[in-house]
């Protein structure tokens, strides 16, 4: 049997930093990171999801000033999964550690899930003890855990986070599953029971503004309710099929004069409408599964400090060098007889 693969702390660590507008962050996550995990073999990888801010140059700074920084960069804003995939997918040590770019999970608490990934854990995930968000979004939260975990029996790390550790090569499996949302929660514990949580301290955040709104949030969790769960849908088809059949029989009922015509068709009126909507919202469920199907790619990425896949980039190294700059607005210059071709 071959050894049991080294914990982090042996092994080495890649730390993937998802970035969307975060100029006022970078820095401070950057000093953090170094000073509280600096002494592990490390990597930082930024991801750039096509922030407009200046966030990109920030970045650029920090890897000048320090050879362990590197990051992609993508061609627009892809998302927070396509972000923190595209980190996943190129990190280059055995382990990952996912960190926010606005430090409301402080680099420090990075230790206890390292200690704990030691003890032969594939994933290890924070919890937020004492959660510093805003009503509403623990709420949701605490909705979305509910509604998946209990009525639609799917399995998650209880009350898991984006701060987490996984080994790279996990990652990757789940990365290259391609997946239109990775669902990333959901499919760690379908390739693995060696995963677990630990409790980590949590801060609001300082600088900037969140970038996942709940109207985001509330489209993931019915994407992951309905393709991870099938209970959601198999129920509403269920429903529209029953409202319909019953919507039959009462109409044959009314029609042969077995039911006063009054409550027929109020009753009539009732269940078809049931039945339309039950059945608006299974097309809406399947358009969702639809969306959420494996597609080729994606982000694309238009520059990086490490080596990426020909097929993410969206410019090869033949095509004319695209730049960051928009082109310069100019008035038309072409004679009459081009402005014909
Ligand atoms: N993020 C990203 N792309 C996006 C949205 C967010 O890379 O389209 C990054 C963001 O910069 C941050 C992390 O994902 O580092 C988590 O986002 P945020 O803090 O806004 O989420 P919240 O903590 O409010 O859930
Ligand atoms: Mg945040």
């Given at each position: 049997m071959s050894a049991e693969p080294a914990g982090p702390a042996e092994a080495g660590l890649s730390v993937v930093i998802p970035c969307y507008?975060?100029?006022?962050?970078v820095?401070?996550?950057?000093?953090?990171?170094?000073?509280?995990?600096?002494?592990?073999?490390?990597e930082l990888i930024f991801v750039d999801d096509g922030s407009s801010d200046g966030t990109l140059d920030a970045i650029k700074r920090l890897a000048m000033a320090?050879?362990?920084?590197h990051y992609i960069s993508f061609t627009r804003n892809f998302g927070f999964e396509a972000a923190f995939s595209a980190g996943y997918r190129y990190a280059r040590r055995p382990w990952i550690l996912h960190l926010d770019a606005d430090q409301q999970f402080p680099a420090a608490e990075a230790r206890r899930l390292i200690e704990v990934a030691g003890h032969g854990y594939d994933a290890v995930f924070g919890v937020r003890n004492d959660r510093k968000d805003?009503?509403?979004?623990?709420?949701?939260t605490a909705a979305f855990h509910f509604v998946a975990?209990?009525?639609?029996?799917?399995?998650?790390?209880?009350?898991?986070?984006?701060?987490r550790l996984v080994r790279t090569s996990l990652a990757r499996k789940i990365v290259d599953l391609r997946l239109g949302t990775p669902y990333f929660l959901a499919t760690v514990p379908r390739l693995t029971s060696?995963?677990?949580?630990?409790?980590v301290e949590h801060r609001a955040r300082l600088r900037g503004e969140s970038k996942v709104g709940l109207r985001w949030l509330?489209?993931?969790?019915?994407?992951?309710?309905?393709?991870?769960?099938?209970?959601?849908t198999t129920l509403a088809s269920v429903t529209a099929l029953g409202a319909s059949a019953l919507a039959l029989l009462f109409a044959l009922l009314a029609a042969t004069g077995l039911l006063a015509p009054a409550a027929g068709?109020?009753?009539?009126?009732?269940l078809v409408a049931t039945a339309l909507g039950v059945l608006g919202l299974t097309v809406r469920f399947l358009v969702v599964i639809a969306a959420s199907q494996a597609r080729p790619r994606l982000f694309y990425v238009r520059e990086a400090t490490v080596p990426v896949d020909a097929a993410d980039l969206l410019f090869g190294p033949a095509d004319p060098a695209p730049t960051n700059d928009l082109p310069e607005q100019r008035p038309a210059t072409r004679s009459p007889e081009q402005a014909r071709t």
């Open positions: 507008n975060e100029i006022d962050n820095d401070h996550v950057c000093a953090e990171v170094l000073a509280e995990l600096g002494h592990l073999d490390l320090d050879s362990r920084v805003p009503l509403a979004r623990r709420l949701g975990a209990r009525m639609l029996r799917i399995e998650l790390p209880k009350d898991a986070t984006a701060f060696r995963y677990t949580t630990v409790p509330a489209g993931h969790a019915i994407g992951l309710f309905v393709s991870v769960g099938r209970r959601l068709g109020a009753a009539l009126f009732v």
